[in-house]
């Protein structure tokens, strides 16, 4: 039997789960797992289920979208592997715990390439068998820089993700607007707090007891995008800030791979700036 994820974005009124349900049933298919959650504050219906059988993608999303409100979004989803592009800079840890997950088989992808400013990491990344691809933005203007790096991810066919693995460059509008919701980033800080450059040497002037990492999607206003996973470790006076750097760094790679992970398995509902997970 062929296995199937169904997401489905809604206003909410009476009776939806009952009515979709109903309508697996009617299929002959099988619910392995449902999952469902109401913003009562928007009226917003969310729902994802994994069912098995055999059936028609095209006649059952039309099925499903006729008995949901207006402007209702049905997604019906083969759990194949997803392809992902990373992008790195010179940071290791974020990038290589991805590529060892992938290497045991823990994340549902395609690693099409590893993207870089630098050369430094491609001695690493070439123990994968991951084609490395550099595109140095020395003596370029950014936006030259940007127009070779979208070139080189667009000579992949069906990308689903691009990750930052660390990549430290700020993307501009036009970057973000080529690949929307496609972008995965992971803040070296619990955010809101402490946006910009060098988050712990602003958290221990502050005198934190907690630092995290946080990541999210990516948009146009500065790490600021919609947050899929977040995490924190607790720390004391003892700590330079130099010392939450290495701590932190642990956890931004686990909260990064964990947010890949979600999306890689259709987890993630994305609406006004916020993501409903399950």
Known sequence: MAQYRVLIDANDEKGLVYKVSSIFYNH?????SNSEF??????????????????????????????????????????NKKNIIIMATKE?????D???????????????????????LESFVSKFDIPYITVSHVGLERSEHETKIIEAI???????????AKYMRILTPR???????????????FLPAFIGANPYKQAYDRGVKI????????????????????????VNHAYG????????????????????????????FVYANRTVIF
């Open 38 to 79: 109401v913003d009562k504050e928007s009226n917003k219906f969310f729902m994802r289920s994994v069912v098995d059988g055999e059936i028609n993608k095209a006649d059952l999303k039309n099925e499903i979208e006729a008995i949901l409100p207006e402007n209702s979004s049905v997604k019906i989803v083969e759990p």
């Open 92 to 96: 290791l840890h974020a990038l290589g």
């Open 241 to 268: 800030w130099k010392d939450m750097q290495r701590s932190g760094k642990d956890v931004e790679k686990v909260v990064l791979s964990r947010a890949l992970k979600l999306a890689l398995e259709d987890r993630i």
């Open 154 to 164: 667009n000579s992949f066919e069906n990308v689903d993700y691009i990750v930052l």
């Open 98 to 120: 991805i590529l060892i997950r992938h290497e045991a088989g823990e994340l549902e992808a395609n690693i099409l390439a590893v993207v870089s400013n630098y050369d430094l």
């Open 211 to 234: 630092i995290g990492a946080t990541a999210h999607f990516v948009n146009n206003n500065l790490d600021e995008g919609p947050i899929i996973a977040q995490e924190v470790i607790h």
């Open 175 to 189: 970057f973000v607007e080529t690949f929307e919701d496609k972008i995965i980033n992971i803040h070296h800080s």
């Open 28 to 32: 002959n298919l099988n619910i392995l």
